[in-house]
């Protein structure tokens, strides 16, 4: 199974996109799968339902500094690197569905939405377009990344 059909499933099953995305990428991160999911818990819902920075590109983020990312705070070329391959994924992102913000995807009003998530159901699905960022930023990440 692709990694975008694997992140799709995964948020069919109620993982926030964050998670979708993070643990498509488990086995590639060294990560066991409660691990994977508890880091990217908090970025669902654009972190925490704050709708900012949408969970799906956060989580390709996060998966990205787990197989790429630089660990040491003076290494300034590994630094540099790292952060254009983040801006590189952006913009792809960006390319792909207008924006990177969570509210502007899903055109919501300015500010944080209720923090109690709603329940998924086929309702849910068909309104929301989620499903499809998880998988582009799956497919993002794995193309950019995995090689």
Same mark, same amino acid.
């Given at each position: 199974?692709?990694? /975008? +059909?694997? &992140?799709?499933?995964?948020?069919? $099953?109620?993982?926030?996109? %964050?998670?979708?995305?993070?643990?498509?990428?488990?086995?590639? @991160?060294? @990560?066991?799968?409660?691990?994977?999911? /508890?880091?990217?818990?908090?970025? =669902?819902?654009? @972190?925490?339902?704050?709708?900012?920075?949408? =969970? %799906?590109?956060? =989580? !390709?983020?996060?998966?990205?500094? !787990?197989?790429?990312?630089?660990? #040491?705070?003076?290494?300034?070329?590994? /630094?540099?690197?790292? #952060?254009? +391959?983040?801006?590189?994924?952006?913009?792809?992102?960006?390319? /792909?569905? *207008?924006?990177?913000?969570?509210?502007? +995807?899903?055109?919501?009003? $300015?500010?944080?939405?209720?923090?109690?998530?709603? *329940?998924?159901?086929?309702?849910?699905? &068909?309104?929301?377009?989620?499903?499809?960022?998880?998988?582009? &930023? %799956?497919? +993002?990440?794995?193309? #950019?990344?995995?090689?």
């Amino acid at each position: 199974m692709s990694k /975008k +059909l694997k &992140a799709a499933s995964l948020f069919r $099953e109620g993982y926030n996109c %964050a998670q979708s995305v993070v643990l498509a990428f488990a086995e590639e @991160m060294n @990560m066991d799968e409660k691990t994977a999911a /508890k880091l990217s818990s908090s970025f =669902g819902g654009g @972190m925490g339902r704050l709708r900012e920075v949408c =969970g %799906a590109v956060s =989580g !390709m983020f996060l998966v990205a500094g !787990m197989i790429k990312g630089y660990e #040491y705070p003076d290494d300034d070329e590994s /630094k540099a690197e790292h #952060y254009r +391959l983040i801006q590189s994924l952006a913009e792809e992102f960006k390319a /792909k569905n *207008k924006t990177i913000i969570c509210r502007e +995807l899903l055109d919501l009003q $300015e500010g944080p939405d209720y923090f109690i998530p709603e *329940k998924r159901t086929e309702s849910y699905y &068909a309104a929301r377009p989620c499903e499809k960022f998880v998988a582009d &930023a %799956a497919e +993002l990440i794995e193309s #950019y990344v995995i090689k």
